[in-house]
C-alpha cells in the first residue's frame, strides 16, 4: 500500500500552519493520515479550541470514505439528505462535512493519506490545506483530473 512517508506529512503541517500564520488566521489546528484515517501528525497551534483533533479527523475521515474534498461532501449532504444521514449513522457519526478535509495524492496521482484542517472559516480551512500538500511536492484532486485517476471535482 502506498501511504504518505512521516516526512512530507511534518512538511505539510508545518507548511498549513506557517501559511496560516502569515494570513493572521486564527489558531489553527492540522491532522495528517494514512489511509484507513490513521494519524500520522497532528499540530494544535496555542490557544485552538480543545476539539479540533476531532474536527480536523472528522474531515479527513469525509475525505477518504467518499472520495472527494470534505467541501464536496458538504454539498453532498445539501443535495442528498437522506443518503448523507445514513452515511453518517453508518460511520459512526465520524463524517464532519465541512470544507478543510482533502485527498493527499501523490505524483502519480493515487491517494496516499488526507489532511483536515480548522480553525478558520472553511473555505480558508481548505485553502491552505491545499496549500500544505503542494509545499510536500504532492497533489491534490484538482492537479489529477488527466491522470487516469478516478477523482471527484464536483458532485
Given at each position: 500500500?502506498?501511504?504518505?512517508?512521516?516526512?512530507?506529512?511534518?512538511?505539510?503541517?508545518d507548511a498549513i500552519l506557517s501559511r496560516s500564520r502569515?494570513?493572521?488566521?486564527?489558531?489553527?489546528?492540522?491532522?495528517?493520515?494514512?489511509?484507513?484515517?490513521?494519524?500520522?501528525?497532528?499540530?494544535?497551534?496555542?490557544?485552538?479550541?480543545?476539539?479540533?483533533?476531532?474536527?480536523?479527523?472528522?474531515?479527513?475521515?469525509?475525505?477518504?470514505?467518499?472520495?472527494?474534498?470534505?467541501?464536496?461532501?458538504?454539498?453532498?449532504?445539501?443535495?442528498?439528505?437522506?443518503?448523507m444521514a445514513f452515511l453518517y449513522d453508518a460511520s459512526d457519526k465520524k463524517i464532519f462535512a465541512e470544507g478543510?478535509?482533502?485527498?493527499?495524492?501523490?505524483?502519480?496521482?493515487?491517494?496516499?493519506?488526507?489532511?483536515?484542517?480548522?480553525?478558520?472559516?472553511?473555505?480558508?480551512?481548505?485553502?491552505?490545506?491545499?496549500?500544505?500538500?503542494?509545499?510536500?511536492?504532492?497533489?491534490?484532486?484538482?492537479?489529477?483530473?488527466?491522470?487516469?485517476?478516478?477523482?471527484?471535482?464536483?458532485?
Open positions: 500500500m502506498n501511504i504518505i512517508s512521516l516526512t512530507d506529512a511534518e512538511t505539510i503541517a502569515e494570513l493572521d488566521l486564527r489558531p489553527m489546528s492540522v491532522v495528517v493520515v494514512e489511509p484507513g484515517n490513521i494519524v500520522k501528525v497532528f499540530k494544535k497551534e496555542d490557544h485552538a479550541s480543545s476539539i479540533r483533533l476531532e474536527m480536523a479527523l472528522g474531515k479527513t475521515y469525509a475525505a477518504l470514505a467518499l472520495g472527494r474534498s470534505s467541501l464536496l461532501v458538504q454539498e453532498r449532504m445539501k443535495q442528498r439528505p437522506a443518503f478543510g478535509g482533502r485527498l493527499i495524492r501523490n505524483t502519480d496521482g493515487e491517494v496516499i493519506g488526507a489532511v483536515g484542517v480548522t480553525g478558520d472559516r472553511q473555505e480558508v480551512d481548505d485553502e491552505v490545506a491545499a496549500f500544505g500538500i503542494h509545499a510536500a511536492g504532492l497533489k491534490i484532486d484538482e492537479d489529477c483530473r488527466d491522470m487516469g485517476q478516478l477523482v471527484r471535482l464536483d458532485d
